[in-house]
C-alpha cells in the first residue's frame, strides 16, 4: 500500500492529494513548526493512485514566459490607498465579480486562521485585500472551484504559484472559465508560526483584531508601503505597530528564517508562469514610470502570461493606468522571477528552538547577522534620500549608478 505521495521535502501543501482522494484517506500531520503535510490512512486507502496523479511534484505543470508586461496602477484612489500596491488584483477580481463571476482568494479575517474563501459580491472583496505572510488554508476550495466551473461561472484563483499548480493538476484539464493570478511569492512560514508570534503582541483579543503586513506612510510628496506588522483592535485603533526591521516575525521573514523547506528549492520561482496573470510590486518610482498619475503612491508589475490572461485584463479598459515594460526589467529586479530564496543557514537551528524557548528572543539571535546589514545598508538609504535633495547631487548619484 502507498505511504507517500511525494518526497517530503518537495510538498508545498497545496492541498490537490487532500481534496482529490473519495475516501477521505488523506488527513494532514504538523511538523513540530507547524507546517502540514499529508498522511495516508492505510485502513482506508483503496491504492487508486489518485492523490500521487495529481500531484504537482509527480507531474509536468505547464508554464510560460509573459506575453505583455506593464507597470500600473488602478485609477480609482480609494483603490489603490486600500491595495498593498497598485491594485490590480482587486480591479481583475471585481471585473469578474460584475459579470457574475466569483474569486478565490487569501483573507486574513480570523488572524489565528489565514485562509481562502470563496468571494460572490462586491462588498466582501476586502477581505481578500492586502499582503499575508503566512501559508493560508486551502481548504475544500479546490472541490468548490470545480463545482463553480462546472456551473459556468466565471472563475478568479488568487494564490500562491503552487496552490495555483495545485489547482491545475487537481482539474486535470483546463477551463476557459477559470483565470489564475499568482504573485512574486518569497517563501511562506505557517499559521503556528504567526500565531506564536502574536502571542506576546497585545493583550486584546486577536480574533478582534485584523492583521496587516503592510503599512502605507506618507514620504514628503509620496506614499510608501512599509513591511511590518500591524495589529488594530475592532475600532481601528493600533494595538501593536511593529515596523521591519524591529518587529522579529517579519524580520525573519524577510530573512527566509522560517519558511516551507519546499520554498528553498522552488521550481515555480522562475522566468516561466504558471498562472494567467502574475502581479507584484513595482518599487522604482522615480524611473520612467513617474509619469503614471499613481506613481506618487504605488505601482504594480503586471505580465500577462496567457491568452486568457491578456482577455481579461483587456476588460478593466480605463480602471487601470499602465505603461509596458521590458519583461527582463521585471526579471532583474524580482529575485523570485529568477530563482527562490536561499535557505537561511539558522533555519535548522529554529526549527530545534521553536517550541521551547522565546520567539522573539530565538529570531533575533538567529538572525543578528542580517539585522547589522539592514541597519548598515539603512543608514546609506537615509544618507541617500538627503543627497536627493540637493539638486545638482540626485544629477551625481544617477550618472554614477549608470
Known sequence: MMKEICQHNECTGCSACVNVCGKNAIFYCEDKIGFRYPVVNLDLCIDCGLCQKVCPNNVEVDKSEPTLCFVGHATDRSEQETSSSGGIASLLSRTIIRQ???????????ISHVQHIRVNNDDDLFLLKGSKYVQSDLGDCYKRIKVDLHSNLQVIFIGTPCQIAGLRTYLRKDYENLVTIDFVCHGVPSQI???????????????????????????GKKIDSKYGLFLDNKKGQSVYNGMHPKDMYIAGFLSALYYRESCYQCKYATSERVSDITVGDYADRDSEYSQLSGSDFLLSMITLNTQKGEKL????NETVEIAPIEYSKLVAVQGQLRMPMKRHPNRDKFSDLFQNADFEKDVKLLISNDLKRIAKITRKTRIREILFHIPFMKHYLNQRNK
Open 100 to 110: 457574475g463571476g466569483v474569486v478565490y482568494g487569501c483573507t486574513a479575517r480570523d
Open 193 to 219: 508560526i504567526l500565531n506564536e508570534s502574536l502571542r506576546t503582541k497585545t493583550n486584546e483579543n486577536l480574533r478582534e483584531c485584523t492583521l496587516s503586513f503592510r503599512r502605507k506612510i506618507k514620504n
Open 313 to 316: 485584463f483587456a476588460d478593466l
